[in-house]
């Protein structure tokens, strides 16, 4: 996906949470460190110019809820996780970039619910890739891509990585 793509999934997925959800009474969004702030922060510029308002917004870090904690990194570097409004009760969009395993997601649930019960979660995502581990899937999808589990699904976002916005597949190592 080139910059272009990824603006124009951004704003169906916008258009689909208002659609979805009847507006955007009591509708959150929160982001997943690191690129899914990013995308839940342009998803609420474009709702906010859809609907004249912006929503609640969160971010959060999960590295503490990872079930491959040890495996990752002895010394995790954990940054901040901001949600400064009362999640009980309200309608959560999670979001964050690739949907792949699942567990991630698994991860930001078990965060979420240390801050209170919202009413419901839905998930959108800028990218599915398939081979999930979980019983997990996303509510918006910017574009599915079918991956090998050998590829890897590369983001790149002007606000995170200091690169012009792409999506890319390439062999090698997986995500």
Partial sequence: MDKDQIRRAVTRIAHEIIEANKGTDDLCLIGIRTRGVALAERINKSI????GAALPMGILDITLYRDDLTR??????????SIDFDIHDKKIV????VLYTGRTIR???NAINDYGRPAKIQLAVLIDRGHRELPIKA????KNIPTAKNENV????????DKEDQV?????KTS
Avoid: C, F, H, Q
């Fill in 107 to 109: 991860s930001a649930l």
């Fill in 139 to 142: 509510d918006y999808v910017g």
């Fill in 72 to 81: 990752i990194d002895t010394n995790p570097v954990v940054r901040e996780t």
């Fill in 48 to 51: 906010e110019e859809i609907e």
């Fill in 168 to 172: 890319t597949v390439k062999r090698g």
């Fill in 94 to 97: 999670l979001v964050d970039d």
């Fill in 154 to 161: 590369k983001v790149t976002m002007s606000e995170t990585d």
